[in-house]
């Protein structure tokens, strides 16, 4: 089945991460088409995902109907039907039970205005503070640092073209050659200069980049990331390459800090992270060279235990060195899902108010609750993050609505997640495929896909961009807008529940006035016809695209250095036999998987999930190329493919994320979490590997 044409080919962007490449959706008689489009963070290129994403609108697994569930399976259902019994079950919990035994649980997938409007949903027609995100295992370590260090929290607070200028850019923890292949071109300047430094416990096809006098390759142990940077500035300050005007214009902090990384010598360093003490020198001279320096930060190093304080000892190091807020050089976290960014401004997160606002402040419920029309003591409270929220299903939560996340797949220790799910009484699922998590849903609402609706996404500079319908959608496909206001209606709920994306987002931009996240000075309208629009832009203003070039965003205006160090931490490989397992992503793949492994091109490139090894670990367990080998621990067992490479540490393993049932690299990972961001540690996980032959 061909999705109808609207008219010809609209202007819009890529539904995957959040570079958000520009692109071009034409339909025609046998399928759109996708051509890339110029754009200042793609150029006019596209990887393998984008240019195979229309496949899927047209997809024979799509979901096209409503589904419920029977002793049998699934059905067919009116909509009528699906969200009556739907909203009863609700009121019934509810008032059995209590709001808080409803939960919801949103995704970094959203447009601006479905997140918005969730939030909304979840606080004033469910009357429950249970909601929160899969965001939470993405950005919530990058962004609590962020906050902490500069009172606001934008992934880049400057446009990725300035990038293209710099002499050196410092890269931990992201290999955005496979993650977002476009990124690489901002990177070319730096490497022709022999200044891309990546930290990557593997030589991924970003670290690769550093060949040829490219740059550097530091290749830590997996989790000692902060270490690594409590010994770059430990030279930096030991060799007086600090700015130290800047230091004591702009920031505050920084004695703590610095009796902190005067313990963390080069040779100690060496000792506890394998990286030599010679190439920490090389690396922090660098960095202090001068020419425009860059520090970036990835999920590598932010998902772990201490990612918040590894975000920070990054930061600490950026205003060591006086980046951020200088043209030409600074700091920032590359976000990676489609409206990773977005999607944690406006309502989503657990103790969050449209606008970035706290919802613990006073003045940030009246001001949203005026625009609810709702009495501020009527918005609950803050609620709990992801690992705890999931932990809670069966038991405190009885009923959970999952709208753009699969987190059969993609959450901590899944074995449990799945559990938890078929304890439930209630579980319903807005999604277009029968994801994981979907088949084992009561209810399966089909909505629509990225290029048969209208919106908004903001990318991971902070930009603001339109994403718009190129293409009908199947004929009983809802927008999650006109699902939240069906069941509003049915649920009695208070306020005006919009379905038009463009009304939607003219609420979020009053809800958001005045917040961190200002969005009031724009409208689907302004963002058609005006310039490039990167937030804070409030009404009246031209926007920010380069964030605190004359203050921070804390009241005095000065950036806040926080000492961090490391704990001390149980040895994750080469005791009793085990290794570190450490997860990512794969250049043909996206998140759970759901939709590319659905895409005949990007499947047969990656068809099965396989772990990367070192030949002389391989060697050790009598593991050959293409083995079976099983991993495994306490809570679980997964089976993959042997790829032996030396592209890692001899102590260190790599399972990609996106397969599923006894290929999905969750069933081994730990719900254990950072405890300032509440994110969870997937990038450290100790593991048991053998062929899976000797094990039988």
């Known amino acids: 089945m061909t999705p109808a044409a609207v008219r010809g080919g609209r202007p819009t962007h890529c539904p995957y991460c959040a570079l958000q490449c520009a692109m ?191 740059g550097i390759h530091v290749q830590p142990a997996p989790g000692t990331d902060l270490v690594v940077l409590l010994g770059l500035t430990h030279v930096v300050l030991a060799e007086g390459l600090a700015d130290a ?9 920084f004695d703590a800090v610095r009796r902190v990384a005067n313990a963390w010598w080069p040779e100690r360093v060496q000792e506890a992270t394998g990286v030599p003490a010679a190439q920490l020198r090389t690396v922090a001279r660098r960095l202090a060279a001068g020419g425009g320096t860059f520090i970036l930060t990835g999920r590598g190093v932010e998902q772990h235990v201490d990612g918040t304080d590894t975000a920070t000892a990054a930061i600490n190091l950026s205003l060591i060195l006086g980046l951020p807020g200088r043209r030409g050089s600074g700091y920032g976290t590359l976000t990676g899902q489609g409206n990773g960014q977005g999607g944690r401004e406006h309502g ?61 797949v993609s959450a901590p220790d899944v074995a449990a997640v799945r559990a938890g799910l078929g304890a439930l009484d209630l579980l319903v699922v807005c999604d277009f495929f029968l994801s994981e998590t979907a088949q084992l849903a009561d209810f ?110 804390h009241p005095d205006g000065r950036a806040r250095m926080v000492a961090v160090a490391p704990a001390a931490r149980t040895a994750s490989a080469d005791t009793a036999g085990h290794l570190t397992l450490i997860t990512g992503r794969l250049l043909e793949h996206y998140q759970s998987g759901a939709q590319t492994r659905r895409v005949p091109e990007l499947l047969t490139a990656r068809p099965e999930v396989t772990v990367q090894l070192h030949p002389a670990t391989a060697a050790r367990l009598g593991i050959t190329m293409d083995d079976t080998v099983e991993l495994s621990n306490d809570r679980g067992i997964v089976r993959a493919r042997a790829e032996v490479t030396t592209g890692i540490r001899h102590d260190t393993v790599f399972l990609p994320f996106h397969f599923a049932d006894d290929g999905c690299a969750n069933l081994l990972t730990e719900a254990a979490v950072d405890p300032v961001s509440a994110m969870p540690e997937f990038k450290r996980t100790r593991v048991v590997v053998a062929r899976a032959e000797v094990l039988r």
């Open 348 to 408: 989503q997160k657990c103790d969050q108010l449209p606008g970035y606002r706290k919802i613990t402040d006073p003045a940030a419920r009246a001001h949203v609750a005026a625009v609810w029309g709702v009495d501020p003591a009527s918005i609950p409270g803050p609620g709990v993050p992801a690992v705890e929220l999931l932990s809670m299903l069966g038991t405190e939560v009885a009923a959970l609505l999952v709208h753009g996340s699969n987190v059969v």
């Open 444 to 553: 399966v609402l089909p909505v629509t896909q990225w290029a048969e609706e209208e919106g908004t996404m903001t990318s991971l500079e902070g930009r603001i961009l339109r994403r718009r319908r190129a293409v009908e959608a199947p004929p009983l496909a809802r927008s999650e807008l006109w699902i939240m206001r069906e069941l509003a209606a049915r649920l009695d709920a208070p306020g005006v529940w919009a379905t038009d994306a463009a009304e939607v987002f003219d609420e979020l931009a009053r809800a958001s006035r005045g917040g961190i996240a200002d969005y009031s000075g724009l409208s689907h309208a302004a963002l058609d016809d005006g310039p490039a629009a990167y937030w804070p832009y409030p009404e009246g203003s031209s926007g920010t695209p380069r964030l605190f070039l004359e203050r921070f965003a």
């Open 24 to 214: 071009t959706v034409t339909p025609g008689p046998a399928g759109a088409t996708i051509t890339g489009r110029d754009f200042p963070t793609n150029r006019g290129g596209l990887c393998k995902k984008g240019w195979t994403s229309a496949e899927l609108l047209a997809h024979d697994d799509r979901v096209r109907e409503p589904l419920r569930r029977t002793a049998d399976g699934f059905e067919s259902v009116t909509w009528e039907d699906a969200l009556d019994e739907i909203a009863d079950r609700l009121r019934d919990l509810r008032a059995s039970r209590g709001p808080d035994a409803v939960g919801v649980f949103g995704g970094g997938g959203l447009t601006n205005e479905k997140a918005y409007q969730l939030g909304k949903f979840a606080r004033i027609a469910l009357g429950t503070s249970r909601i929160d995100y899969n965001g939470r295992f993405c950005m919530s370590s990058a962004a609590a640092a962020g906050n902490r260090a500069f009172g606001i929290d934008r992934g880049l607070p400057f446009p990725v073209e300035d990038l293209d200028g710099a002499h050196t850019i410092l890269m931990l923890g992201s290999n955005v050659a496979a993650t977002m292949p476009p990124f690489i071109g901002h990177l070319a300047g730096a490497r022709e200069r022999g200044g891309l430094i990546v930290v990557d416990p593997r030589r991924s096809e970003t670290a690769r980049l550093t060949d040829d006098d490219g």
């Open 245 to 253: 005007d800047y230091v004591a214009a702009r920031t505050e902090g």
